[in-house]
């Protein structure tokens, strides 16, 4: 099976950087995904990590390392619209499943 | 515009009824889901359909069921069985061929079913 943590809520400042970390323990994926939820809304696709390393997008970049079961997200220039709730989930290996976190809830204060 | 379209927005179930909600989408995706949200949790995935006419099990399929008859549409339907039905539920699809990264899913808004 597959075990995703995240923290569940964090606070930041507008204009701020915030970094959302994600640990996970699985037997093997083929990749990690970061959605955004405002609530009451759908899921978006935020970002996808195969290899490990960082991809950037913008203002947010997401990084991955497979051998130390961890990834976080990183916000830059925090504004008042990125208050919501951010989920990290596997791909299953040989799968196109996918395995969520609780998700962290985001707020973003002026 | 392409998209994954959810109906309806808001529904109300009575007690040992059975109801419907509905998942179109005009993407041309192979692969579509059932997720179920509960406040303060996961995405929980209820059923998935990889093909027309075929469909398997998620984590909690328990007092659910679907069809899968055409591509662009995949119904799910909360039956009696179902003892605690409310809860935000959400439609994904993505594509299964084609180059690039084929497993990104992209969601519908969502029906919240309550129970009366």
């Known amino acids: 099976g597959q075990n995703i943590d995240q923290p569940t809520e964090m606070t930041a400042t507008e204009g701020a950087i915030v970094q959302i970390n994600c640990t996970y323990q699985t037997s093997g994926f083929n990749g990690l995904f970061w959605y955004q939820q405002h609530a009451g809304e759908a899921p978006t696709f935020l970002s996808y990590?195969?290899?490990?390393g960082l991809e950037e997008k913008g203002r947010f970049s997401s990084f991955l390392s497979r051998s130390k079961g961890y990834s976080y997200l990183l916000l830059k220039e925090l504004q008042m619209k990125d208050s919501a709730s951010y989920l990290c989930?596997?791909?299953?290996?040989?799968?196109?499943?996918?395995?969520f976190g609780k998700g962290t809830k985001l707020s973003v204060i002026p | 515009d392409g998209g994954i379209t959810q109906s309806p927005k808001y529904l109300f179930r009575k007690e040992g009824q059975n109801v419907t909600l509905s998942c179109e989408q005009n993407l041309n995706h192979d692969a579509m889901y059932w997720y179920r949200q509960d406040p303060g949790q996961g995405l929980r995935l209820i059923y998935y359909s990889q093909i027309v006419n075929d469909f398997q099990k998620g984590d909690i399929a328990e007092g659910y069921s679907v069809s899968r008859e055409k591509k662009e549409s995949f119904p799910l339907t909360v039956t009696s069985a179902q003892k605690n039905p409310t809860a935000f539920y959400l439609c994904a699809s993505h594509r299964t061929t084609g180059g690039g990264y084929k497993n990104i899913q992209y969601f519908g808004a969502g029906t919240r079913l309550s129970v009366l």
């Open positions: 989930a596997l791909s299953g290996a040989g799968s196109y499943q996918l395995t």
């Open positions: 990590n195969v290899l490990d």
